[in-house]
């Protein structure tokens, strides 16, 4: 039995990649999401920063180098929200809507040690719960307006009440007519109550065993005051708030301390921490004249002269303070600061910056792949095929010169010691075209280009007027001499207008003249195919008055032929427009109207379009009878999947296939007891899409094929036209079970599209899989085919086709694919709070040879071969000359 076990332990049955590729063609990023609590881990001796996000996480930050060193992912949405952190010898932490759950945490390693919960009586209230720690005892408070304050105590380590819950009278906290101003500073639980002009500054000490109440007219402190509270921020040693954003109060031995210390700014940010020489007033705000400044008081309002940081290179929007920690010994602090941006920095005095993170990269809402410029080399290549003036012989002067001038420039970069580097880090397209700029754009308004090949952040733009922005590319940097330019499409802020952003995806400069704010919002927009002569495809904006705007305004005149499409969500109603040049301007016309959800209410849960990179690889399909299958091949087809009530079923899931130029449907699928998940893809003639079956409890993905038959209705070579197709195509229906729950979906796309597609799903689970569309297809299980597969119910999700191998990608929201030069490989980026870049080879690198091929054998059989075939014909030729002297 031993001999056995040994002889089967030397087989090799794993299926996986090699360890040395690990990270040659993939990488990845991890977030947290924007910070919303943070303190310094001073107890554990290795020296982290403990933060909770809103984006529901718990993690710890490399005090030097602010990577992640653990981090706990809860429950999305309201289920896993973070009401508080407290970092002591465990941390501490109080999550869930109700039941809430409280949970130690082992701040050196992360693990949980044990977890509690929490139920309140009253879940109406619940979202005005307050929470803090306070001598070991976790303190509750629930504002009951105009009435009371119901505190609770819970033993922080075993979760136990101490008792019944206390309900201390607070009148004065109240919703009513009167002017009611709250704010927790722990444990005071402070107001402002009273008519405007006599009102009063109320405070109270809610964990204290007798009631004490300290109260004091806000004109003593502030005269002229409107009577708003802001709370100090950075975990201040000593509670205390700004009023009016002017006046700094502490609450001090049951009474206000107003502070003789100026509040620089209305939007500063300020935090009493220990120092050398006892409590220190930090206050930090961004002036846009000087940058960021940092200033420090004593609370006797004397100016610390040695923490003093203006600097106007650092760019920290609206910054604010989550967490100071200063020496005992020194005038030294470190801050960190959240920004605007959702960034968090670490900053000491004297403005030095000792790392930064980019939050804001966990919320990303649109991805562009955009093609690098190609060298100076090159592009001296391409201007001189261009010029087609000249005779042969000018044409072989100028290669004459373009020769001599690249032999220059290398020679002079060898002297001055430069190396010639085609890399990550030099931004010039290689030969296959595989090094990219992506072009991310992310919900808090900042847009960052990033090298694919690294992950490195090559610019970053901050527009803080800009929401739900998606990308549209303009013109590509193939197109020299001419630059790349790249459209942001959104809204504005402050108008709910549209707002238009034009910029270079390689450099991330602006181009203003080319960056405009409407006066009305953006229903839908495109891009026309046909350019101008610089190369740019005007943009095309349908406004909710229903007028057509185009970018730039002389690219009118190229409108002809132009049909969009509006769908409202909420009710499933999608119109269909078409938009023509009248000779002054561009208008649009209403051509079609439907309902996707009949007579009665609907909603579109996922909507897919053709991606406009994508080619059509053949017409058709050979049968096994030799007869040709011809596809629909139609560029104008829309899938909508959309979810209605039912009195029979309770929810029906439909599927519908529109032409969005005609508004006539060309298929349709329906699935009754069933749950439509956000998710969509669209490629060719094929469509997938998924769903939960309430009746059977699984998911299933569903696809759908449209053909035309076996005789092809338009010419061979005619492009398809959606007005003359009057015939309804051939669909083809499919649903397989899928034994894992996705999150995001897309196709691969590849350059010609001659490599077989398939479906990349990102699973909650945190990988990604590569599912071949061989194993989905709607054909799949026809009778007297050889080249389709039997039908099996379920999906097969085999180890070795998961791209993410043993990397798990928390939060997985979309996957983004591009083409690159070689036609076997497609570039996928996986976003989330996560990032995930990889290559895809669904045929496998068919063009390009393996990583470990060996030159060196290669190289010395060629030339063995070279030798012995001269030397065969050396010995040949001297036999041939004997014989004939015989």
Partial sequence: MK?????????????CIYEDQIGKFDWRQTYVGRIKFAQFDTVSTAKKIIVATE?????????KTGEVVWRHVF????PGNIHLLHVGEKITTVTGDNPMNQSPTLSATGVLMWEWTLMLQDDSRA?????????????????????????TMYNVMSGSNRGATSKLPAIWNNEGQVICICVLTAPYYTCVSGEFGSQILVSMDVTANAIQMISKPLSNIIEGAVGNLRALDGNSVIPGFIVDDKKIVLIKENDFNVLNV??????ASASIADGARGPLVLQIWTNYAKGYQLIAHTLSGQLIPEIHSPDSFLDIPEPELLAVTCARDQLACRLLINAADDAVHLVQQGGVTLWSREESLANIKSVEFVDLPVSDADAALESEFDQK????????VRRLQSQYQQLSAAVERLRSGEVLDRGSASLHRDYFNLHRIMVLVTEAGKIFGMDNLSGSLVWRLYLPTLSGARTILLRRAARHPHTAMITIVGTHTDTGNGYIVTLDPITGRMVPEHTVTLDVGIMQCMTLQETGDDQLRALIVLDEDEAVQVYPPSAASLVHNVHMYVADQDTGRVRGYAIRYNGREAVAERTWSMSLGGSGPARIVAMSSRSRLERVRSPGRALADRSVLYKYSNPNMLLFVVEKPDPTHKEVVTAVVVDAVSGAVVGASSHRRARALPLAVHADNCFAYLYRSDKHRR???ATMELYEGKDRWSPAGEPFSSSASWRTPVVERQAYILPALPSAAAFTITERSLTDRHVLLGLSSGGVVEVPWSLVEARRGAAGEESVLPYLPELPLTADRVLSYNL???RLAALHTAPAGLESTSLMLATGLDLFYTRVAPSRTFDLLKDDFDYYLITIVLAALVLATYGTKYLASRKTLKMAWK
Wanted: hydrophobic share 55%; aromatic share 16%; proline share 1%.
């Fill in 699 to 701: 998911v299933e993905i």
């Fill in 55 to 63: 984006e529901n996480v718990l993690a710890a930050l490399h005090l």
């Fill in 75 to 78: 429950e999305n949405a309201s």
């Fill in 389 to 396: 003036e000249g005779s042969v012989w000018w044409s072989f």
């Fill in 3 to 15: 001999w056995f076990i040994i002889f089967f332990s030397l087989i090799n049955l794993s299926v």
């Fill in 808 to 810: 798990t990608l928390h």
């Fill in 262 to 267: 100026k509040v620089e700014d209305t939007l």
């Fill in 127 to 151: 979202d005005f719960s307050e929470w803090w720690v306070q001598n070991g005892m976790l303190v509750h408070m629930l504002p009951v307006f105009n009435s009371h304050l119901e505190v």
